[in-house]
């Protein structure tokens, strides 16, 4: 059990509150995408040196396993959570809204891959660019998606997803990262 001290940083939230835990994922993917940004503007000067490897190898290691879980989270458990939480109902938005967001998901794995193959070449060591227009393709997709799932999404699935629901979801999401959360 996470315990948070007064004048200390809140706990991270768990499987125990997903829709919190999958908010504070797109906190952390803002920042691997601040990093990436960064790394672009460090390359020129210093190459692939040990500052360079080692975030190249951070932002790798983040978009490839905690937001390709993010994804799965949200298109295995959450959607079609809010789906059937809609069940009988008129539910052509919601699945517009659903429909809109596994695109984007798609979009954001095919801007992904180029960025990944030179992160790969900078985590081991050797020169790559990283185009300044393909990081903020990426980065500006991400900050919009992002917006997109904590104004429109959550907040309905906060709303029309029960307790019991959102406990299963907690626990595939557990389950997903080897019985840990976050």
């Given at each position: 059990m996470a315990v948070s001290f007064p004048g200390g940083p809140a706990p991270a939230p768990g499987a125990?509150?997903?829709?919190?835990?999958?908010?504070?994922c797109h906190g952390?993917?803002?920042?691997?995408?601040a990093t990436l940004g960064r790394l672009a503007a460090h390359l020129p000067a210093h190459g692939s040196d040990a500052a360079a490897r080692t975030a190249a190898a951070s932002v790798l290691r983040y978009f490839d396993t905690a937001a390709a879980h993010h994804h799965e989270d949200e298109e295995e458990d959450l959607f079609p959570a809010l789906?059937?939480?809609?069940?009988?109902?008129?539910a052509v938005c919601l699945h517009a809204l659903v429909d809109g967001l596994v695109a984007?998901?798609?979009q954001l794995?095919?801007?992904?891959?180029?960025?990944?193959r030179a992160l790969s070449e900078i985590a081991d060591g050797r020169r790559a660019d990283l185009p300044a227009h393909e990081i903020k393709?990426?980065?500006d997709a991400?900050?919009?998606?992002?917006?997109?799932?904590?104004?429109?999404?959550?907040?309905?699935?906060?709303?029309?997803?029960?307790?019991d629901a959102l406990a299963a979801i907690g626990q595939a999401m557990k389950s997903r990262r080897g019985g840990e959360a976050g």
């Open positions: 125990d509150d997903p829709l919190a835990l999958l908010s504070a952390r993917i803002a920042r691997q995408c789906i059937d939480s809609m069940a009988g109902s008129d984007e998901h798609r794995a095919r801007r992904w891959e180029p960025l990944r393709d990426f980065t991400y900050a919009a998606h992002i917006r997109r799932e904590e104004d429109e999404l959550l907040p309905m699935a906060a709303r029309l997803i029960s307790d």
